[in-house]
């Protein structure tokens, strides 16, 4: 089955810096990537996503990229402020196209 | 903006008793999911359900667990004899359809078993 793995555990980046976490997936067959903000106690809330058929998404600060031949793709947060700080979840659409999977999350923390 | 939601927000069982956590998702959505977080750690899919049936379950879906959409607008996880390790946050998801992929999660069980 599918499987997701999310770098780093942890990130802790001074206001205003970028942020960068990245994300593997291990089936080929996945077509649909959303990325997922948790805080503290709160339920998961997609932020943004993209199709196989695009390499990247931009939503004002935060963009994705994708590249399906290494299956790899990754969530770049631009002039992050403290409320960007919360755990973010990578996922990929599982082989049967009717599951989502989560990667392991990545504690992002923006430091004022 | 719709919203799916959960009852009760936290339940406190003794292990081995049953338990029902409730979800009623958005009204035009086709496919349900139960999905799960033990403290810490990252969201594990238990269970899709579409057309009055389980589409797919994972390993942790063990035959302690069902779902029942009993009425037009409830879908339910019952966990039958509730162990210690049970002891998580539930979060129920919908969608619309397969082609929309972008999951609705509620605002979740924390399921404490003691």
């Known amino acids: 089955g599918e499987n997701v793995e999310q770098h780093p555990s942890t990130l802790s980046v001074q206001e205003g810096d970028s942020a960068v976490i990245k994300c593997t997936y291990s089936?080929?067959?996945?077509?649909?990537f959303p990325w997922y903000k948790q805080e503290l106690g709160k339920r998961p809330q997609l932020i943004i996503d993209i199709r196989s058929n695009v390499g990247e998404k931009k939503d004002q600060r935060i963009a994705v990229t994708l590249n399906k031949t290494a299956k790899h793709f990754s969530l770049h947060i631009t002039e992050t402020q403290p409320e960007d700080s919360a755990v973010y979840f990578c996922a990929a659409i599982g082989t049967s196209y009717d599951k989502v999977i989560f990667g392991p999350g990545t504690s992002l923390s923006v430091i004022p | 903006e719709p919203e799916v939601t959960q009852t009760p927000s936290h339940q406190v069982t003794q292990m081995g008793q049953e338990v029902i956590l409730r979800c009623v998702p958005i009204?035009?959505?086709?496919?349900f999911y139960w999905y799960r977080q033990i403290l810490g750690q990252k969201v594990e899919f238990l269970v899709s359900?579409?057309?009055?049936?389980?589409?797919?379950k994972s390993e942790i879906f063990d035959d302690q667990f069902s779902v029942e959409r009993p009425d037009g607008s409830n879908f339910t996880l019952k966990i039958r004899s509730t162990k210690l390790e049970d002891s998580a946050m539930y979060f129920c998801?919908?969608?619309?359809?397969?082609?929309?992929?972008?999951?609705?999660f509620g605002s979740g069980t924390r399921l404490t078993v003691v």
């Open positions: 998801a919908s969608s619309e359809s397969l082609q929309n992929y972008g999951y609705t």
């Open positions: 359900f579409y057309n009055n049936e389980i589409s797919e």
């Open positions: 089936d080929s067959a996945s077509n649909y």
């Open positions: 009204s035009n959505h086709l496919y």
